[in-house]
């Protein structure tokens, strides 16, 4: 089949919505499939290198049309929205460039990009796809980022007129699920549930000395490591506020690795306080992630309150595949929890909780015993149920059942 695939993160681009788009087409097109995907200009390209404001690239057999758009401070919602909406007019162009589609394939980033995935499924005549990474307008509301009803309005006309004619609609876990059936959508027969996953052939446990913790300087230290997004929706302020509350505990050391909106704030608050016991680092490479996962005693999975289905933490996943366990600081609707109670990977406390999840931090270093059986009980629920080529065969069987949709329409005609 000829897909068409719309989201502005994609390869080099480091997160996890960008690299799991990039493994979905790698393996689809090795499946056959002739893929094409328009993206956008990711956060580590200093030059767009192009007067034209769509540049075609290959990564092996997958077409890529890298639309151009600017870098401002996401921390500032004008900005943000330059960001999205230049990418969006410039998607738009990029759409004419493609080959005609079979199916049409849009992800949530940004929200608006949905009309544009509308209009070309409607001019190719193709099938449409709507995968669901993160539920709008409800988070922006829910965070306080955006408060301006005509914004909202917009963004949620967008969602449901995407809803409205997508043919599948792609979630990743019950609580997502029951937020898209929430909105009033009748459709409960076009829901798929598709995780999000992990390749756990290359994101596995580690035997022996972990080369990162060395390198870090955190041999004899119970590390307490938060990898992944640094962004709002985290209620990261959380942590810190634990690592005062333990900072008299030399033994503990909190670690966050990687990148986003809260960062800068975050770091600024732990040097304004002294905080001796909290280290930030860049994100690792994705051939590193393995040790950088692994050299935590217990990882941190948090939420605020109020999102549970309007985003489900990928990074849960990775975790799982180092044999990680986890405190997850979570509500209890929500899949996160729901993994928790079902594989005993790790312990759920209530979000926005500093106490609770100090004390389990606390519970964690006493135990290493159960700690390591709640890792190995995720890695194999990783291995059984959240693996990349269980994640592929799901969408493999979406798109046949386009397939045999268009093909039963066709015997009618």
Known sequence: MRLLFFNRSFHPDVEATGQLLTELCEDLTAQGHDVTVVVGRPYNMDRFGSW???????????????????????????????????????SFVAGFLARRADVVVVLTDPPVLGLVAVFFARLYRAKLIFSIKDVHPEIGVVLGK???RAMIKLLDVCTQGTLARADRVAV?????RRRVLARGYRHDDRIRVTPDWVDTTLVCPQPGSNAFRQQQGLDRLFVVMFSGNLGLSQGLDQVLDVAVSLRDRGDIRFVFIGEGAAKADL???????????VMFLPYQPKENLSESLGAADV???????????????????????VGGPFIAAVEECSDVARIVREENCGVRVEPDDPAQLAEAIRWAVRHPDELRMMGQHGRQAAVTRFDRRIAVTRFQTMLGELAATERGRGRKA
């Open 52 to 90: 034209w404001p769509v540049k075609r690239e290959q990564l092996g057999r997958v077409r890529i049309l890298r639309a151009y758009n600017p870098r401002l401070d996401k921390r500032f919602l004008i900005r943000r929205a330059v960001n999205l909406l230049t990418y969006f007019c410039f």
């Open 172 to 176: 990743l876990g019950e609580d997502m």
């Open 267 to 277: 770091v600024e608050r732990a040097r304004r306080e002294g905080l001796q016991n």
């Open 299 to 321: 990882h941190l999975v948090t939420l605020r309150r109020g999102l549970a289905g309007l985003i489900v933490p990928s990074k849960v996943y990775g975790i799982m595949a």
């Open 146 to 148: 955006i408060k301006n």
